[in-house]
């Protein structure tokens, strides 16, 4: 074991109150583990939607410009004067960015639990993923299976435990099937097949062709195409024969939130027998938890029983309580190479993430795109 480990690598996104973005690398201590922590070293850490927010801000990617080589590369960019405002609890504090990550224990504490998961290989969240080491309490990690790679673990928080979350809010809120925007992403793939697997029917809304087939190829009935001209008469189509009154948006921006709620009240008003100014009873909900649309929401409200809310995950996991979350957990590892395999373009080292051509392919934020980073390959 590297026993002896007391620096490394770790990447950092710094917006400054002047309206510049700076990423670096920064040599940083790695202090030895308590009694109860783990260091890991980091071999795994995908680039999710979720950590471009927090590397990029509201940077534009087309102003990036690179200074220096290797490891002393720094990466800067412009943030318009309009966005700096709301980057506001952020401004001028150099910040470490990675959601998820996985790798191996390499040193361990004193306490049982700690000194078990030395040499294992372990699935972490909770930020601070892309540098090359990571100290972490032994019960915060999630112990894979034998013979799992770092790889394969990497992605088994985020994007499992939200699609999970998803068909579990649609069962306690009372709705039996739902719709997701965005859907041909590594997230939406693993919805279909979660839902394929529970029998629930999801509509999936995609705006490519090419999405649309990513989609049938892994066995989606509904999947509707925001480009195609009956755009809203198939998605009122796909709801009726659904019954879909729930949605996740990832887009959370412009006029697709409320084009899905006026579809849902146009399904439920045709099923009504008697005619109300009010509209349907029938409840209608989007959550928006994603961004990948910056424009602001867009909506006239279809009737009066509508909503429409914000959903992240550790909030989600917070309120079903430590048990119902661990049941969760435990089906993303049963079902690790299958329904919640994660697949990657592109491998990169922590230097590589500050290379203009690979920071402007994954702030593209691409359908089928996805870039994982490995801190500990070499530059």
Same mark, same amino acid.
């Given at each position: 074991?590297?026993?002896?480990?007391?620096?490394?690598?770790?990447?950092?996104?710094?917006?400054?109150?002047?309206?510049?973005?700076?990423?670096?690398?920064?040599?940083?201590?790695?202090?030895?583990?308590?009694?109860?922590?783990?260091?890991?070293?980091?071999?795994?850490?995908?680039?999710?939607?979720?950590?471009?927010?927090?590397?990029?801000?509201?940077?534009?990617?087309?102003?990036?410009?690179?200074?220096?080589?290797?490891?002393?590369?720094?990466?800067?960019?412009?943030?318009?004067?309009?966005?700096?405002?709301?980057?506001?609890?952020?401004?001028?504090?150099?910040?470490?960015?990675?959601?998820?990550?996985?790798?191996?224990?390499?040193?361990?504490?004193?306490?049982?639990? =700690?000194?078990?998961?030395?040499?294992?290989?372990?699935?972490?969240?909770?930020?601070?993923?892309?540098?090359?080491?990571?100290?972490?309490?032994?019960?915060?990690?999630?112990?894979?299976?034998?013979?799992?790679?770092?790889?394969?673990?990497?992605?088994?928080?985020?994007?499992?435990?939200?699609?999970?979350?998803?068909?579990?809010?649609?069962?306690?809120?009372?709705?039996?099937?739902?719709?997701?925007?965005?859907?041909?992403?590594?997230?939406?793939?693993?919805?279909?097949?979660?839902?394929?697997?529970?029998?629930?029917?999801?509509?999936?809304?995609?705006?490519?062709?090419?999405?649309?087939?990513?989609?049938?190829?892994?066995?989606?009935?509904?999947?509707?195409?925001?480009?195609?001209?009956?755009?809203?008469?198939?998605?009122?189509?796909?709801?009726?024969?659904?019954?879909?009154?729930?949605?996740?948006?990832?887009?959370?921006?412009?006029?697709?939130?409320?084009?899905?709620?006026?579809?849902?009240?146009?399904?439920?008003?045709?099923?009504?027998?008697?005619?109300?100014?009010?509209?349907?009873?029938?409840?209608?909900?989007?959550?928006?938890?994603?961004?990948?649309?910056?424009?602001?929401?867009?909506?006239?409200?279809?009737?009066?029983?509508?909503?429409?809310?914000?959903?992240?995950?550790?909030?989600?996991?917070?309120?079903?309580?430590?048990?119902?979350?661990?049941?969760?957990?435990?089906?993303?590892?049963?079902?690790?190479?299958?329904?919640? =395999?994660?697949?990657?373009?592109?491998?990169?080292?922590?230097?590589?993430?500050?290379?203009?051509?690979?920071?402007?392919?994954?702030?593209?934020?691409?359908?089928?795109?996805?870039?994982?980073?490995?801190?500990?390959?070499?530059?």
């Amino acid at each position: 074991m590297t026993a002896d480990i007391t620096t490394g690598l770790e990447l950092r996104s710094l917006i400054k109150s002047s309206g510049e973005l700076e990423i670096s690398l920064q040599q940083v201590t790695i202090p030895a583990p308590g009694p109860d922590e783990i260091v890991v070293r980091v071999e795994a850490s995908p680039i999710n939607p979720s950590d471009l927010g927090l590397l990029l801000g509201a940077a534009d990617p087309a102003t990036a410009k690179v200074t220096g080589s290797g490891a002393s590369a720094v990466v800067t960019a412009r943030v318009a004067e309009a966005n700096l405002k709301a980057m506001g609890g952020r401004l001028d504090e150099s910040m470490a960015v990675g959601n998820e990550g996985a790798g191996t224990v390499v040193k361990a504490g004193s306490s049982e639990a =700690a000194q078990a998961l030395l040499g294992k290989t372990v699935a972490m969240i909770g930020g601070a993923m892309y540098a090359q080491y990571r100290v972490i309490k032994a019960k915060e990690v999630l112990l894979l299976p034998d013979g799992t790679t770092a790889e394969a673990g990497a992605s088994c928080f985020v994007n499992p435990l939200t699609s999970l979350g998803m068909t579990e809010t649609m069962r306690r809120e009372g709705h039996k099937a739902l719709v997701h925007t965005a859907a041909a992403s590594n997230l939406g793939q693993m919805l279909n097949k979660i839902c394929q697997k529970d029998g629930i029917d999801l509509v999936n809304i995609v705006r490519s062709e090419a999405q649309e087939k990513i989609l049938r190829d892994i066995g989606a009935k509904y999947v509707v195409n925001t480009t195609a001209p009956g755009f809203f008469e198939d998605l009122v189509a796909a709801l009726e024969a659904t019954g879909a009154t729930i949605a996740f948006d990832a887009t959370g921006g412009g006029k697709l939130q409320g084009q899905i709620l006026h579809a849902m009240e146009a399904a439920a008003v045709k099923a009504m027998k008697v005619y109300s100014r009010y509209g349907s009873t029938t409840h209608k909900q989007v959550y928006v938890y994603g961004r990948l649309e910056p424009r602001p929401i867009e909506l006239s409200p279809p009737g009066m029983a509508w909503g429409m809310g914000g959903w992240l995950l550790f909030p989600f996991l917070q309120k079903i309580g430590k048990d119902d979350a661990a049941k969760l957990r435990a089906r993303v590892v049963a079902e690790l190479k299958t329904t919640f =395999a994660s697949h990657y373009t592109k491998t990169i080292s922590l230097q590589d993430v500050l290379n203009l051509d690979n920071l402007r392919a994954y702030a593209k934020r691409a359908t089928g795109e996805k870039y994982l980073i490995n801190p500990n390959l070499p530059g």
